[in-house]
């Protein structure tokens, strides 16, 4: 879907005193700029702790008289991440207008509740706002709060396991649901809003490019993407940023040695997925990009997941992808900083919840991508491993660390995704049995070919 954006959002301009005073009260400037957005007054902001950890500047907005008050979110998009903030409203807007069809098509599930966010448009109607102050210009959206609502950030926060796998179960088939939805939207002008994000070449290609101790883009230019985006947004990290000898110590560290190798041995296993999509086995839709748990609602009344949120990173890929990350980091027990490895094990009750959930639903998925299932999981955790490493080989320069972090989180991080993958693989043939079992008595899969 083709979205014209010279009409997508709104330039507003504030005069001098006022960005003073809204840089010193980052609420009064929020409840300023919610004002330009079509809702009712009187309006004002709050300021929240539970933003996520991409787009700080969020806050609460309630707008209207009493006792008919309603709820918003404004939101202002990290260009340091994104660079392109148009660019992700876009694909934003073509998600939602893609979930809107799909549920006016009867996609859902029977007696599914299912709801898209829905956008408030500027006053002079546009999709959302383009501010210009003394910092220059950043972009805001304001979305209406879906009420009724509770996220989580990990299972480990519900004591009770049985409905600790009734909320995995929830979660495949809230991803279940989110791909058929969007199985329909046009990926020909989309593009991902982060270059080279989910390229497992690019990784392993980064990889070997510090391994062999590059620290000019001469040097690293046979491993360097062809496409001029992707190479301009990545090429800094092909490059080793550490003194020599700081360099050398982590290079030769013993304990990364097994995971080196380890990552080296699996190059073509991990460009899997990306074959596939390249050679038309498996298709490529416009995917979530970040299936963490806390992106999913769940209904407090229910319990059933209610809708996807935070879609910044839609891009064209395919869904493996998208249910790879969700199963990888849901099932690791240990969590993704545990420095004790014998502690990273594989819960397979979470596993099967999760695929049981999804298979359940899901719709619009292939034969040959449900026996990639299980080989996406694996590749995720591998892929995440690779870029964990790496970052700490060549200098922590993607995942920068906090005055409060450990000098060796990075790679502490990637030999405990690299351990997951490991364990993964050795219950390969017991995710894949359920995986069959699953799909061979699937209510879903409607459209399976």
Known sequence: ???????????????????????????????????????????????????????????????????????????????????????????????????????????????????????????????????????????????????????????????????????????????????DLTADMDTSNLVSPLPGYRNTRVYFDQLQSVLLGNRILEDAVPLLPADPIVRQSTEQHYLVHLPPEESQRRVEDPELRHFIDLARGHREFGLTLLRGMGDGTIRTVAIHGDTKLDNFLFSRETGRVKAMVDLDTIMPHTWLADWGDMVRSLVNVAGEKERDLRSVVVDMDIYRALARGFLGAARKVTGAEVELMADAVEIIALELGIRFMTDYLRGDTYFKLSPTDPPDLNKVRGMVQLTLFERLRDNGEAARQCIAELSSRGSGLGSRE
């Open 1 to 179: 879907m083709r979205i014209a954006e010279e009409r997508m959002s709104t330039t507003i301009q504030i005069p001098l005193q006022d960005r003073l005073v809204g840089e010193e009260y980052p609420t009064a400037l929020a409840a300023r700029i919610a004002s330009r957005f079509d809702l009712p007054g009187p309006v004002e902001a709050y300021d929240f702790a539970e933003k996520g950890n991409i787009n700080q500047h969020t806050f609460l907005i309630t707008g209207g008289p009493p006792p008919v008050r309603r709820e918003f979110l404004l939101q202002c998009i990290n260009q340091q991440v994104f660079t392109r903030p148009r660019t992700v409203m876009a694909a934003m807007i073509a998600c939602l207008d893609a979930q809107r069809r799909g549920v006016a098509a009867g996609l859902l599930p029977a007696d599914q509740e299912w709801e898209t966010i829905t956008l408030v448009p500027t006053r002079q109607g546009d999709a959302f706002l383009e501010f210009e102050s003394r910092r220059g210009k950043t972009w805001w959206r304001l979305m209406v709060k879906i009420s009724g609502c509770r996220t989580f950030k990990s299972l480990g926060e519900i004591q009770d396991r049985g409905e600790r796998l009734a909320l995995a179960e929830q979660a495949g088939r809230g991803l279940a649901i989110y791909g």
